[in-house]
């Protein structure tokens, strides 16, 4: 089933995790063909740490068995000539501990780079996260590397499709004006150009194709933000949403009306 929206779904930020991961991934594949010769999309990532005091903190634990098992390990054969592990039996002297661990939280990214051992970065592409949107160090430390960006003329592209959090500079409450304000939006900043490019994104529409600047002698490639997600959700099995529910955070309350007689309409929510 695809998703009862026409564009971006608010109810995925609840899994954007997950959704970031692929976004990147599939941008990534449907940039590669796009590119000159002499160019490849290649993803890298970015470790953030955080800490309580950064606020609105989030726990991801990793659970690790403290205590070992001490039996060998055997294996048995399935019938199919396959030999499989069989688990370790062992008699524990006390308790498992386990032990919870914040840890890093890895997000990847796009470079456009030039083919060869130099690979000279030409475009980073980035899909905003909640760490990018929320106050704190990993916030400031994205920001440095915008300017180190735009000090190095590189291409920088923001997709941005997370309702939570604070929009970044130039594209928060003082910077832009209501009536252009939208729930999600791309910003691209060209190397040697100004002004900024703004795409506004509303959720009652589909998500745009969107150019990505390259060098000053190769044409925009094309990045099909609508045909990304219609992959991720399809591919993340995203069938099992409660659509009943409101989504987190809340719609503004025009949006969030258009979006029950939707859900009523599709057959998602009941009909009064």
Known sequence: MPSP????????????????????????????????????????????????????????????????????????DEGGGVAV????????????????QDDPITEGFIEIVEAGSRQKVITVIEVLSETNKRSGKDRKKYLRKRKQLRRARINLVEIDLLRSGRRLPPLDAYGLPDSHQTPYCVLTMRAR?????????????????????????????????????????????????????EPNPPLEPDDAAWADRLLREKRLRKVV
Not at 56 to 72: E, F, G, H, L, S
Not at 88 to 100: D, S, T
């Open 193 to 245: 150009q100004e002004p900024l490019e703004y795409y506004r994104v509303p959720l009652r529409e589909r998500l745009p194709k969107v150019p990505i600047p390259l060098r000053t002698t190769d044409k925009d490639v094309v990045l099909d933000l609508q045909a990304l997600f219609d992959l991720s959700y399809a591919n993340g099995r995203y069938d099992d949403i409660d659509y009943a529910r």
């Open 85 to 100: 592990a069989e688990p370790e039996v062992a008699e524990l002297a006390q308790p498992l501990l386990l032990e919870f």
């Open 5 to 76: 929206f026409p564009g971006m779904d608010p109810y995925l930020e609840a899994h954007w995790g997950d959704v970031h991961h692929r976004f990147v991934i599939y941008a990534s594949d449907q940039i590669q063909p796009q590119l000159p010769a002499d160019l490849r999309a290649r993803v890298e990532e970015r470790v953030s740490i955080e800490s309580p005091s950064d606020g609105n903190w989030n726990v991801i634990p990793d659970v690790r068995v403290v205590q070992r098992p001490t039996a060998k390990s055997r294996r048995r």
